[in-house]
């Protein structure tokens, strides 16, 4: 049984930098493209960024791109989203989940339909 979990998130002023973690189980993680994907409060879910599963290629959504970086550790079972210069905007409930490669930001999809609890980020201005 696949098994995402997401941890890291929290209350930070608009500029602060938060690290979030995603740890899998159940799946061969270094054989899977994964995501990071952010859903808004009265906002449809929508892509954050996106990694190969060797962990050289990396995508991100334009509203993100310069503040975040998205990297895993393959050893660890473990993909990381470090955000910095965060917004008000950037509030939301992060999730992650397998997306199936080759992708592109415009088409990425979601591997498995079952979602982690997420890990809710709150930026104050």
């Known amino acids: 049984q696949v098994r995402l979990v997401e941890s890291g998130g929290g209350l930070v002023q608009a500029g602060g930098s938060l690290r979030l973690s995603c740890a899998a189980s159940?799946?061969?993680?270094?054989?899977?493209?994964m995501a990071w994907f952010r859903q808004a409060p009265g906002k449809e879910r929508e892509i954050v960024a996106a990694i190969t599963w060797t962990g050289r290629g990396t995508k991100y959504a334009d509203s993100v791109k310069g503040r975040f970086t998205i990297s895993r550790d393959n050893a660890k079972n473990t993909m990381y989203l470090q955000m910095n210069s965060l917004k008000p905007d950037d509030t939301a409930v992060y999730y992650c989940?397998?997306?199936?490669?080759?992708?592109?930001?415009?088409?990425?999809?979601?591997?498995?339909?079952?979602w982690g609890q997420g890990t809710q980020v709150t930026v104050s201005s």
């Open positions: 989940n397998a997306v199936q490669g080759p992708f592109t930001i415009a088409t990425i999809r979601p591997t498995f339909d079952s």
């Open positions: 159940g799946l061969t993680f270094s054989g899977y493209d």
